[in-house]
């Protein structure tokens, strides 16, 4: 079945470049989407990729996907403290109607 | 920016009671859905609602829950009879069309 597999903690140091990755098993997924999740808060859309894109960018966000070995990053530059939450990977199911989320990477940011 | 709403943030009920989450999702959207988040686990998909129907529910989501759009702006989940297991952060999500789901801050439900 569908599954979304991301390791659990990252920890960097403020002003350094974060990377997160996510392994997926859907390849018809048409997106493919990061969350965050700061403590006792719901979950927001930090940006998301279109299946046929290789790579986005979005301020300091760059999502790479890699749809041959159905792996998908997300990069963060010059990491601050705020940045410190819960990043969930998801993408969709076959049939576009729920998402599959992973466990979540917890992202410690030290100054 | 328009946003999900959901009520109560926190929700405390007895064993075997009934309880309903209320959910205003984002105006324009027409899909809506619930997803449940047992404390330091995965988020988990319960349902997916379309054109006042249900278009997609998982193994979770059985007899002793419902859904319903009473009226044009709400959206709500009832569980008919709690249990231990219950006890999640549920969230209610919508979007305008199939994929880009926005989320609500979540409603912590909490069995005794």
């Known amino acids: 079945g569908e599954d979304v597999e991301q390791s659990l903690f990252l920890s960097v140091r403020e002003g350094d470049s974060s990377v997160i990755n996510c392994t997926y098993t859907d390849s018809s997924s048409t997106y493919l989407y990061w969350y965050k999740q700061e403590p006792g808060a719901g979950l927001q859309l930090l940006t998301y990729i279109f299946s046929n894109m290789d790579m986005k960018q979005d301020q300091r966000l760059t999502v790479l996907l890699n749809k041959k070995d159905k792996h998908l990053s997300l990069r963060i530059a010059d990491t601050q403290t705020g940045d410190s939450a819960i990043y969930f990977c998801a993408e969709s199911n076959q049939a576009g109607t729920a998402l599959i989320f992973g466990k979540g990477t917890t992202l410690s940011v030290s100054s | 920016e328009p946003e999900v709403t959901q009520t109560p943030s926190h929700q405390v009920t007895q064993m075997g009671q009934e309880v309903i989450l209320r959910c205003v999702p984002i105006s324009n959207h027409l899909y809506f859905y619930w997803y449940r988040q047992i404390l330091g686990q995965k988020v988990e998909f319960l349902v997916s609602?379309?054109?006042?129907?249900?278009?997609?529910k998982s193994e979770i989501f059985d007899d002793q829950f419902s859904v319903e759009r009473p009226d044009g702006s709400n959206f709500t989940l009832k569980i008919r009879s709690t249990k231990l297991e219950d006890s999640a952060m549920y969230f209610c999500a919508s979007s305008e069309g199939r994929g880009l789901e926005f989320f609500g801050p979540g409603t912590r439900l909490t069995v005794l």
């Open positions: 609602f379309y054109n006042n129907e249900i278009s997609e």
